[in-house]
């Protein structure tokens, strides 16, 4: 009897644990958005996963959490579980360029040329003065031997973003939504 006595409060403890975590907080959103920089990056993800579990946000909310938990995934150089996050990102909200972007740049880390210069060519349909998503096609051009259409669209990256060159490298991490 005190077996089950036990078990039964060890699953209400549980449950109390995992309702308290999926907490839609102020403090989660803030995590999630980074919004302090004293917030590490393991108290980031955690943030946004607090949001996304708790259930309660807009779908243009859940992805932009997708969106900022992919970018601190990518800080991490877990680019795998970036994409996941990217992926559920595009799926609730497949017309925000950004996410195309973010994502574009994960599968040029992983050397996915292809799937990067597909993201990075729908970034610019949907946002045609995108100087991210013109330097990471121009990047991956490059990379796949295609020298003048790589150097053609980083020129226009330049031109759309002076600083898009300095930016590039340390992208996605400041790329929140």
């Known amino acids: 009897m005190r077996a089950v006595s036990f078990l039964s409060a060890l699953g209400v403890l549980s449950s109390l644990a995992a309702s308290a ?6 403090q989660n959103w803030q995590a999630c958005f980074g919004s302090k920089p004293t917030y590490s990056l393991t108290q980031q993800v955690a943030g946004c996963t607090a949001a996304i579990n708790a259930g309660t946000a ?17 800080a991490q150089k877990d680019y795998v579980r970036a994409i996941a996050d990217y992926d559920q990102a595009i799926r609730l909200e497949p017309h925000e360029a950004v996410f195309f972007e973010n994502r574009g740049l994960a599968e040029l880390k992983l050397k996915r040329l292809q799937s990067a210069f597909a993201d ?25 031997g295609r020298t003048a259409e790589g150097k053609a669209d980083i020129a226009l990256a330049k031109r759309l973003d002076a600083s898009v060159a300095k930016d590039f490298p340390t992208f996605p991490s400041h790329h929140r939504k």
Not at 21 to 26: I, L, M, R, W
Not at 59 to 70: E, M, S
Not at 127 to 143: E, I, Q, W
């Open 21 to 26: 975590a999926a907490q839609d907080t102020p």
């Open 58 to 74: 807009t779908p243009a909310n859940l992805a932009t959490a997708f969106n900022n938990r992919g970018v601190t995934y990518a």
């Open 120 to 144: 990075y060519n729908t970034a610019i349909r949907l946002d045609g003065k995108s100087a991210y998503g013109y330097y990471g096609r121009g990047v991956t051009a490059l990379r796949l």
